[in-house]
């Protein structure tokens, strides 16, 4: 069946430095989402990509979809304390199913 | 407008009970369905609807069952409660499969 895996499963940073989380799936995907979990919480939308090579732009975050709509990216620029949280990336591919990744922990060192 | 109202917040149970969990959602959306969210897991689909009397298994079914008999509600129900069941659990609503998922708050459930 379609897997989306999602790497690093966790990452820790200073304040101020970069961020990529990496999404890659076994199916070419119609669409792909992404959401951020901040600890205690409930997920919640961020984005959607569509179109192949499709990058889109949400102040210091910027997501990319692959141009062979197998894989994607989230790059958070000069990370703050309140980027802390989990990012999941969630593709259908062909299955109908709107598929999670496992999801990267981001922690933040002020 | 509450969006994704799930019931109850925290719940503990013995081995064999039986429970629902409720999820309703006042958005008119087609489709919802339930997640169970595991440390190092992601978010893994128990069961979904495609709309009212329509359900289908998502990817870990087993001891759980569900029905759809109007747009607004989707109960999940645990038949007899495993401590493999411990997890915390997400109700989400979309409007299509393109669709943004609202999610519910989640219900923490502990299966001693």
């Known amino acids: 069946g379609q897997q989306v895996m999602q790497i690093p499963q966790y990452q820790h940073v200073q304040e101020g430095e970069d961020f990529t989380t990496y999404c890659n799936s076994s199916?070419?995907?119609?669409?792909i989402q992404w959401y951020k979990q901040r600890p205690g919480g409930h997920p919640v939308f961020l984005i959607q990509?569509?179109?192949?090579?499709e990058v889109k732009k949400q102040k210091r975050l910027t997501f990319q979809f692959g141009e062979a709509k197998k894989n994607s990216s989230l790059h958070i620029t000069a990370t703050q304390t309140t980027d802390v949280g989990t990012y999941f990336c969630?593709?259908?591919?062909?299955?109908?199913?709107?598929?999670f990744g496992k999801g990267t922990k981001l922690t933040v060192n002020p | 407008n509450a969006g994704v109202t799930q019931t109850p917040k925290f719940q503990v149970l013995k081995t064999g009970q039986s429970m629902t969990l409720q999820c309703a959602q006042d958005?008119?959306?087609?489709?919802m369905s339930w997640y169970r969210q595991d440390p190092g897991m992601g978010l893994r689909l128990i069961h979904y609807?495609?709309?009212?009397?329509?359900?289908d298994q998502g990817e870990v079914p087993n001891g759980y069952n569900v029905s759809r008999s109007t747009t607004e509600d989707f109960p999940l129900r645990l038949l007899s409660a495993a401590p493999s069941q411990t997890s915390v659990y997400f109700c989400?609503?979309?409007?299509?499969?393109?669709?943004?998922?609202?999610f519910g708050e989640g219900s923490r459930l502990t299966v001693l």
């Open positions: 969630a593709g259908e591919g062909g299955s109908e199913k709107l598929v």
């Open positions: 199916t070419t995907l119609s669409n």
């Open positions: 990509l569509v179109k192949s090579g």
């Open positions: 958005m008119n959306h087609e489709y």
């Open positions: 609807s495609v709309g009212a009397g329509i359900t």
């Open positions: 989400a609503s979309f409007p299509s499969l393109a669709g943004e998922l609202f």
